[in-house]
């Protein structure tokens, strides 16, 4: 069933009847309608977290899903199963705090196992990661990003709302460690919350080999007027890092990286720049979303979503799964609707995974 959302016009799709004709053609991997190959995959493994940064969340009044909404690990693993028939070849686990899902060493396992997934990959706030970098590395994960906005421990607890940042770095150590490389380290730049700290972070790359990638913060919902007042461009932020550095080197793009990479002059680690607000990279787009409930959602910054967990528990078979996903590969929107004022309102960054 295709219909639009009552309030937001967004595409909402619901197969209640799983048994759907096949729809397109077994191209693998999965071309949308504009012909960019879609095979990389973000999944949310849980909306909740252990901290409450304020760019992604609210203070207070989220309501989290209640457990038996999130899709099981077995469900997740059909599900996944069916995405890599569908041309998948990478995933990444998001979240929410993805650390939180119950049993996510035998979950990654599982995953890796999963013929035609060829890489695991996780955005992690690291707080548990101290203990558990290590197995996951056993199990099969081959690299993280962590998020760090601060390196002042009082600023970092400020902006997380409680976060440690003694136990993030505890999980840096060990993901360097365990081998979980290239180690990416996301910075969220807000205006007046944590630019002062553009040169002391953008200089960890001029002692370890670490990528710093720097995030322009997007308006989603509980957020958005804070996004608003304090997005800094790519832009400015690259001539405020030369200035201080000398010209930056260009290191190139891959060819759906949405990161501009830079390295200051000598360095061994890199500066990346993404920049979905002031410089979108929708051309070269090659991603869909999972949900932790199980909808498939077409694109971060609109609306659309189509209900795969409907399919699941009405029996739909890996098949038929399959042919959902290309079906909802085929829909994924051209871009987002910025520049024109059109903002997503139905999910938070934390209830999609970034
Ligand atoms: N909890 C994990 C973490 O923080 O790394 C994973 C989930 S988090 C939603 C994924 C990424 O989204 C993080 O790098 C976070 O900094 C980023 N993020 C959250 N809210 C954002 C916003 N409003 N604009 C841009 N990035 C945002
Ligand atoms: Fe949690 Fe990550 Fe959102 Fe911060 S950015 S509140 S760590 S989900």
Redesign the pocket.
């Known amino acids: 069933m295709l219909r639009d959302h009552p309030t937001t016009g967004a595409t909402s799709i619901t197969f209640i009847e799983p048994h759907c004709p096949p729809l397109y053609e077994r191209d693998t991997p999965a071309h949308d309608r504009y012909g960019r190959r879609i095979d990389y995959l973000r999944v949310s493994l849980t909306d909740r977290?252990?901290?409450?940064?304020v760019?992604?969340?609210p203070a207070d009044g989220m309501q989290f899903l209640p457990p038996p909404d999130l899709l099981s690990n077995q469900e997740l693993i059909l599900v996944l199963s069916a995405a890599a028939a569908a041309g998948f070849r990478k995933i990444r686990l998001t979240?929410?705090?993805p650390t939180l899902r119950h049993e996510i060493v035998e979950l990654v396992r599982a995953i890796k196992a999963i013929p035609g997934i060829e890489q695991i990959a996780m955005t992690t706030?690291a707080l548990r990661l101290g203990r558990l970098a290590a197995p996951l590395k056993a199990a099969g994960l081959d690299r993280v990003n962590i998020?760090i906005d601060s390196l002042d421990a009082r600023k970092f607890r400020q902006i997380?709302r409680g976060?440690s940042l003694d136990d993030v770095w505890a999980g840096v150590w060990a993901a360097d460690e365990a081998g979980l490389h290239p180690i990416k380290l996301n910075a969220?730049v807000v205006r007046g919350m944590n630019d002062d700290e553009l040169i002391r972070l953008a200089a960890l790359t001029t002692h370890y080999s670490w990528d710093l990638r720097f995030i322009e913060v997007m308006p989603l919902t509980g957020v958005a007027g804070l996004a608003e007042e304090g997005v800094i461009s790519s832009t400015e932020l690259i001539v405020r890092i030369a200035a201080h550095f000398g010209q930056l080197e260009s290191y190139g793009q891959g060819s759906s990286d949405p990161a501009r990479r830079y390295r200051i002059p000598g360095a061994p680690g890199t500066l990346g720049f993404i920049s979905a607000v002031t410089d979108p990279f929708c051309a070269t787009c090659n991603r869909m979303r999972l949900t932790a409930e199980g909808r498939m959602h077409l694109c971060l910054l609109r609306d659309d979503e189509m209900d795969l967990r409907a399919a699941v528990r009405a029996g739909a078979s890996q098949d038929e799964i399959t042919q959902l996903i290309r079906h909802a590969v085929h829909l994924k929107p051209w871009g987002h609707g910025l520049p024109e004022g059109v903002l997503p309102t139905l999910r938070g960054?934390?209830q999609i995974g970034?």
């Open positions: 977290c252990n901290m409450r940064c760019y992604c969340m979240g929410g705090e706030n998020s997380t976060g969220v960054m934390s970034g």
